[in-house]
């Protein structure tokens, strides 16, 4: 089984080009123009068990929005196509992460539906950095990503107060919730409509 995939986008405000390998620890060789962004591909990376490489020029200089959302639409169609029919993958997972105050839960389904449910509240400061990062941006890169995985997928924080603790707890959480869906454990589809 190769559950690898490789991806390219380009339009008028992004270039993107991302190979994901799921069976592969190797390491993450992530470059977005965005620091705290591209720490954040890597926690996914590292914790998610799987090799990213994912490089990305953006317009950054107008606003970093449409370079998040794009990697998460990128992402999103590269995990989908490298699961391919998804026969024998564990599907479901949960788990809650901590990060020092912070504790944030994800649940997630490989279910072929899209939806995306985010509950995290931040203090409101921006992550500092050269570019600074909002974190709201968070959102809309885990929406592009569901959409395009067409998974399901909650992020609700449990408690926290530390803005950099929240984000990383939540690239932690889905990257550990994806790790454990995408697994292996036979060779069923592990569906009752027999397609996901």
Request: glycine share 4%; no cysteine.
């Given at each position: 089984?190769?559950?690898?995939?490789?991806?390219?986008?380009?339009?008028?405000?992004?270039?993107?080009?991302?190979?994901?390998?799921?069976?592969?620890?190797?390491p993450s060789d992530i470059a977005t123009g965005?620091?705290?962004?591209?720490?954040?591909?890597?926690q996914l990376g590292r914790h998610g068990g799987f090799s990213l490489s994912l490089h990305a020029d953006g317009d950054i200089a107008v606003d970093a929005h449409h370079t998040v959302e794009d990697c998460g639409i990128v992402l999103g169609e590269a995990l989908r196509e490298a699961l391919g029919d998804k026969a024998g993958v564990s599907?479901?997972?949960?788990?809650?992460?901590?990060?020092?105050?912070?504790?944030?839960?994800?649940?997630?389904?490989?279910?072929?539906?899209?939806?995306?449910?985010?509950?995290?509240?931040?203090?409101?400061?921006?992550?500092?950095?050269?570019?600074?990062?909002?974190?709201?941006?968070?959102?809309?890169?885990?929406?592009?990503?569901?959409s395009s995985a067409a998974i399901t997928l909650h992020v609700v924080m449990r408690r926290g107060r530390n803005t950099h603790h929240i984000l990383e707890a939540s690239f932690k959480g889905v990257a550990r919730a994806l790790r454990s869906a995408v697994r292996v454990e036979g060779a069923a589809l592990p569906s009752t409509k027999g397609t996901l």
């Open positions: 089984m190769n559950r690898t995939a490789a991806r390219s986008r380009a339009t008028k405000e992004t270039r993107i080009e991302l190979s994901l390998d799921l069976d592969s620890a190797g965005l620091p705290f962004f591209d720490h954040m591909l890597e599907r479901f997972a949960s788990i809650t992460v901590p990060l020092d105050e912070t504790a944030v839960e994800v649940v997630l389904d490989l279910s072929g539906r899209p939806y995306l449910h985010y509950e995290i509240d931040f203090p409101g400061e921006k992550i500092l950095g050269d570019p600074p990062f909002d974190p709201q941006l968070a959102e809309e890169f885990w929406r592009a990503f569901a």
